[in-house]
């Protein structure tokens, strides 16, 4: 990564130096402000102090994953109940005296805390308070014949389970909150079981995997011979590589993170929060072999959802078939979900509410500003999807 950093500045400064270099957008302007004085400089000084600026970026992003690693400040919030469990399952109760159930459906290769990450920052205790009855599904790390599990697997058996012991602990059907991946294996369960869910609502879930796809992700045909072989062995995608696939989407975001991060006083709220949301990232799990030649070949290359030719349990899952209220988030800078890939998504469910705040994919669940553009928005809806079907 280091090297990449310096390599690429000092390849920059050779295209442009010849004409070659075709700025973004968003600093074409400045650049054309800064060309005059650059073009004026000497060119061995201009070498010297790209190298100055290198050094002091790779010191401060030394130094910042320097303080990270010494810090001793980790998450410690008490465990809520456990309701169900099965196999490396875990179903959580975020408000055992009651309230309008809600199902929340997190993806199967981060771990499920992310919803409940600080006292401050838990979409699960922000809706206990507003007097829902959240209950998580904590997926765990797979174990024994959990490695053998596919997708269907996981919907008509992990979650049929689940979802049959949250019908057991209230009458109501509850909503069922999908994020990431897990909005699509929410889509799945809501066909499945539609008259034990009362509506559905789909947090950056991916389903025209072609649509705004980055570089990153359009390799993926390139190094799947690789990864087949990695998962022979291994019987898993490790989660090293799994984060190698999120890195490639935007390589130079860990050096910028870090940077930042050196500049904070290490007891402000800032510091304890990008260390709790760090340790998150780096608390991956894998995904088992079957699931990731579903998730990577299927989804990601033949692009199967959007061809509806993805199935569970033999049934092509069919959004349009969908006859319930359901809401559609689709942040607007998310990287991880390019959003025409979810707002495909949103335009095939029939009556669809649609919400684009203006964050990233993680930063919607514990960013700056995601209780006032996400979370408020969400409980707005369903308090106003019981009585309309009122638009967002």
Known sequence: MLALSSSSSAAALTLWRQGWLDWKPDVRKAARELSPSLESANPADLDRALQRVQVRR????????????????????????VVWREGTTRLLDYRPAGGRPLLVIPSLVNRAYILDLTERRSL????????????LVDWGRPEDDEGDFTLTDYVAGRLDGVLDAVRGLDERPPTVLGYCMGGNLAVALALRRRRDIGGLILMATPWDFHAGQPPAIAALPLVSAGLGLTMEIAGELPTDILQTLFFGLDPFLVIRKFERFARLDPESDKAREFIELEDWLNDGVPLVSKVAKE??????????PARKRWRIAGRAVDPTKLDLPSLVVVPAKDRIVPPDSA???????PGAHMLRPPQGHIAMAVGAGCERDVWEPIAAWLEGSEISSKSI
Do not use: Q
């Not at 998730?295 to 199967?304: H, I, K, P, Q, R």
């Open 295 to 304: 998730c990577l070949d299927g989804w990601y290359v033949a692009n199967t």
């Open 58 to 81: 790779l010191k401060a992003f030394a130094d910042g994953v320097l303080a990270y690693r010494r810090s001793p400040h980790r998450r410690n919030l008490p465990e809520p109940a």
């Open 343 to 349: 707002l495909a998504l949103g335009a095939l469910i």
């Open 124 to 135: 699960m205790r922000w809706l206990a308070k507003r007097g829902y009855r959240p209950l």
